[in-house]
């Protein structure tokens, strides 16, 4: 089965920009999707496809993607965005499966 | 609104089986595929399987092959995820979500199912 790699932990200043990055074969050929968890709670979507967000995502949520890396970027990011941020995609080992990245912690110093 | 939710949390013994449910509202049950994901305390994300509610086929993590079943009934639109044969290593939040197939993306998630494992 396929793997995603992603740094365990990145720190930025209020109002910085962060970038995330998502490393794995699968992302040759299919999007990553970026989810947001904080801490007790179920994850959220934050980034699909090429670079959708779903509604009530802010736009200072971006993706982009090249190669077999995938990227969430935080542009002016928030006390609130401090939380863990997870890529998935689907696995290119077999039809609807799918494989979930090994998670970033992002803090907002 | 559009939500899933899950069954209660479980305390089970090793050797035993789990059994969760996920309800799902405000949208047509048979429309989307569900999976299951779980985190373990402190660890990441880890994705176990798929069901297709329309007609119940489904898919498994190589990991949980022969360990997993997921079922639906469509009468109550609501699946279930059935893990046997339990290990201390199971104990961790079990979560389903739906799946926006066209991108893959798990746009909406249940609130979660704590699942302890212990003798």
């Known amino acids: 089965s396929s793997e995603l790699t992603q740094d365990p932990a990145v720190s930025v200043a209020l109002g910085q920009t962060v970038r995330i990055t998502c490393q794995g074969d699968s992302l040759r050929s299919y999007y990553a999707s970026w989810y947001q968890q904080k801490p007790g709670q179920a994850p959220v979507l934050v980034i699909y496809g090429k670079n959708n967000r779903p509604s009530g995502i802010p736009d200072r949520f971006s993706g982009s993607s090249s190669g077999n890396t995938a990227s969430l970027t935080i542009t002016g990011a928030q006390a609130e965005d401090e939380a863990d941020y997870y890529c998935n995609s689907r696995d290119s080992s077999g039809n609807h499966l799918y494989v979930f990245g090994t998670g970033t912690k992002v803090t907002v110093l | 609104q559009v939500q899933l939710v899950q069954s209660g949390a479980e305390v089970k013994k090793p050797g035993a089986s789990v059994k969760v449910s996920c309800k799902a509202s405000g949208y047509t049950f048979t429309s989307y595929y569900m999976h299951w994901v779980r985190q373990a305390p402190g660890q990441g994300l880890e994705w176990m399987g798929i069901i297709n509610p329309s007609g119940g086929s489904t898919s498994y993590a190589q990991k949980f092959q022969g360990r997993v079943t997921m079922t639906r009934d469509t009468s109550t639109s609501t699946v279930y995820m059935e893990l046997s044969s339990l290990r201390s290593e199971d104990t961790a939040v079990y979560y389903c979500?739906?799946?926006?197939?066209?991108?893959?993306?798990?746009?909406?998630w249940g609130q979660g199912t704590m699942v302890t494992v212990s003798s």
């Open positions: 979500a739906r799946v926006y197939e066209s991108w893959g993306a798990f746009d909406i």
